[in-house]
């Protein structure tokens, strides 16, 4: 099976722009989440979806939004970048029905630079 | 709320050296429990996981066993090599809300 794939994997943008990042997750998961991983702050979680639904979300403002498509395919989006949004964005997935037990597979990541 | 404390980095070994890596949890339920591992300019991969207490978890020579008495998730390998070189991360998955709470990751380096 192929694994969860990302694209861009890296993206330059200037502050005030915005920014969409997708996500395809493994050939049979319903479930993709989304997190933020900076030098500062750690992997923090953004949001989870499931069946074009997003079913939980983290401590990020509103200029983070997401959405999946009806083949599971997510993309986020962040408006009106900022210094502090450069970051690795991680999308993983999961089949979604499991609950606690499941593992969430991880995509490589896309690098994304405000200047 | 959910949480997970993993010990201070970087840590330098020698190869055929003993890792441990200590990481205790909070949580409010039974969390599940995992090591995710990630190379430098990779995504995260799964190592490791035990889903309820006194599980032992294992994957390439690592190992990890639940201890719910101590909220901990201790992972361990005998005889690191050159290519175990990484960030290591301990996390937990709580309230069946799909999300995963890392702990600051640990980087390991190992030296021939």
């Known amino acids: 099976k192929a694994g969860v794939t990302q694209t861009p994997r890296y993206l330059i943008k200037t502050r005030g722009q915005q920014v969409t990042l997708s996500c395809s997750p493994i050939?049979?998961?319903?479930?993709v989440s989304w997190y933020q991983q900076t030098p500062g702050q750690g992997l923090q979680f953004l949001f989870e979806?499931?069946?074009?639904?997003?079913?939980n979300k983290g401590n990020f403002p509103g200029r983070f939004s997401g959405r999946q498509f009806s083949n599971s395919r997510s993309e986020m989006n962040v408006s009106t970048l900022e210094l502090g949004d450069s970051a690795l964005y991680l999308c993983?997935?999961?089949?979604?029905?499991?609950?606690?037990?499941?593992?969430?597979?991880f995509g490589p990541g896309t690098r994304l630079l405000v200047l | 709320g959910d949480s997970v404390t993993q010990m201070e980095g970087p840590v330098t070994l020698s190869e055929e050296a003993f890792l441990t890596i200590n990481c205790t949890y909070t949580?409010?339920?039974?969390?599940?429990l995992f090591w995710y591992v990630q190379y430098p300019g990779e995504g995260l991969q799964l190592l490791l996981k035990?889903?309820?207490?006194?599980d032992k978890g294992s994957n390439k020579g690592f190992e990890a066993t639940y201890r719910k008495e101590t909220t901990s998730f201790h992972l361990e390998k005998g005889s690191v090599q050159v290519s175990d070189s990484a960030v290591y991360f301990c996390?937990?998955?709580?309230?069946?809300?799909?999300?995963?709470?890392f702990g600051a990751g640990t980087t390991v380096t190992v030296r021939a």
């Open positions: 949580a409010t339920g039974y969390p599940s």
């Open positions: 996390a937990l998955s709580d309230r069946h809300d799909y999300k995963l709470s």
């Open positions: 050939s049979g998961h319903r479930s």
């Open positions: 979806y499931f069946s074009e639904t997003q079913r």
């Open positions: 993983a997935s999961s089949p979604g029905t499991s609950g606690i037990q499941e593992t969430q597979y």
């Open positions: 035990a889903t309820k207490a006194d």
